[in-house]
């Protein structure tokens, strides 16, 4: 069976915090990962793709990759009130060229003005 | 840019009627579409992937009869729930993908279902 883990939270931190965001995955033949950002009654929203090892950057967002130890992270820097929601890590499956997308659970975070 | 838009983004039917979700990507061709549904503080549950002009793949314990689904054209994916019943209600979401098998799915809004 193929995973995606998450804390589901909630991760609590203060306005201006730097959030980090957890997610390991199981199946090693996985290239391409995604964070998502789902509030509440709302559809899931793309905010970061990340396919290489190391950092990317996209504004107060950082994706970091960890191919070796099958493990992907989010920092969100300076954290804001309207960044608090659900974090959804995605993996797509490494095999049967389906392009499926396996989720984690999701990590609630609540940052508190 | 990769909009994807759904309609209706919700719906309140009778139990044993019909219901259909349209899904359109507005400013790209989608090779490939998904549906899911998810329920309450779950997260998403993958139901079929379509391919314009081929049959959808359903999910194993996904009914193909019950959740039917066309992908007609390249920017154009429909969801037709047969025969609702109360437990059919949820939040169906639909993805689409420009292509390739790493390629990024843009979801749509959302349709909540309400079965009476």
């Known amino acids: 069976q193929k995973e995606v883990e998450q804390n589901s939270g909630p991760l609590s931190v203060p306005e201006g915090a730097i959030a980090s965001l957890n997610c390991t995955y199981s199946?090693?033949?996985?290239?391409?990962f995604f964070w998502y950002r789902q509030y509440s009654g709302k559809s899931p929203e793309l905010i970061m793709s990340?396919?290489?090892?190391g950092d990317k950057e996209d504004g107060r967002f950082t994706a970091q990759l960890n191919k070796a130890s099958q493990y992907v992270s989010l920092l969100i820097r300076d954290s804001q009130p309207s960044d608090s929601a659900t974090y959804l890590c995605?993996?797509?499956?490494?095999?049967?060229?389906?392009?499926?997308?396996?989720f984690g659970q999701g990590t609630t975070l609540q940052v508190k003005p | 840019g990769a909009v994807v838009s759904q309609h209706p983004s919700w719906v309140i039917c009778k139990s044993g009627t019909s219901v259909k979700i349209e899904c359109r990507s507005l400013?790209?061709?989608?090779?490939?579409m998904f549906w899911y549904r998810q329920f309450p503080k779950q997260s998403l549950m993958l139901m079929a992937t379509s391919n314009e002009g081929s049959k959808a793949t359903y999910e194993q314990g996904v009914e193909k009869d019950k959740f039917l689904i066309n992908h007609a054209s390249l920017t154009l994916s429909t969801l037709t729930v047969t025969s609702a019943h109360p437990e059919d209600s949820s939040f169906y979401i639909c993805s689409a993908s420009m292509g390739g098998i790493t390629d990024t799915q843009y979801f749509g809004p959302g349709t909540r279902l309400t079965v009476l």
């Open positions: 400013d790209f061709q989608a090779t490939t």
């Open positions: 990340i396919y290489s090892n």
């Open positions: 995605a993996v797509i499956e490494g095999s049967g060229n389906t392009g499926k997308l396996i």
């Open positions: 199946d090693r033949g996985s290239q391409s």
